[in-house]
């Protein structure tokens, strides 16, 4: 799924996140914004059996079951699973994966009929 270097030096999963910032020169705005969500797909991945050793390990799969776990399963708050998902995709295209794999990591929405309110007739919901 991945299209990492073979001359890139393999970096521990958990840690994915900050070599990336610390590669890439980001500041420590970008580690308080992107560490955080990082770690909770992690955890995801930890709890969901072995956990990959390297970023390699990780596939379509996963990424499908962590956009549903983000946000069918309610693991974080609704308005905060795309940004979850975002900071994910972000950590995982710098670190080399293939952008059209990754651009399939998305949380499901759908959409519901709310009434004209403040110029707005539709609301995001979460799936049923």
């Known amino acids: 799924m991945n299209r990492t ?3 890139t030096p393999p970096v521990p ?3 994915l996140a900050r070599h990336v910032i610390k590669t890439l020169g980001w500041d420590t705005t970008a580690l308080d914004v992107l560490d955080l969500r990082w770690q909770i797909f992690v955890r995801f991945v ?3 059996g ?3 050793k390297l970023p390699a390990g990780i596939n379509e799969r996963t990424l499908a079951a962590f956009a549903a776990h983000c946000d069918i399963n309610g693991a974080v708050g609704f308005e905060e699973a795309p940004v979850v998902l ?3 995709r972000l950590v ?3 670190a080399g994966f293939d952008a059209q794999a990754i651009a399939a990591l998305r949380a499901p ?3 519901q ?3 004209y309110k403040n110029g707005v007739l539709y609301k995001a919901v979460r799936p049923e």
Request: charged share 30%; proline share 8%.
């Open 5 to 7: 270097s073979a001359t």
């Open 13 to 15: 999963l958990q840690d």
């Open 46 to 48: 930890l709890a969901a």
């Open 50 to 52: 072995p956990m990959p």
């Open 86 to 88: 975002g900071a994910v």
């Open 92 to 94: 995982l295209f710098r």
């Open 109 to 111: 929405r759908r959409r």
């Open 113 to 115: 009929r709310e009434g």
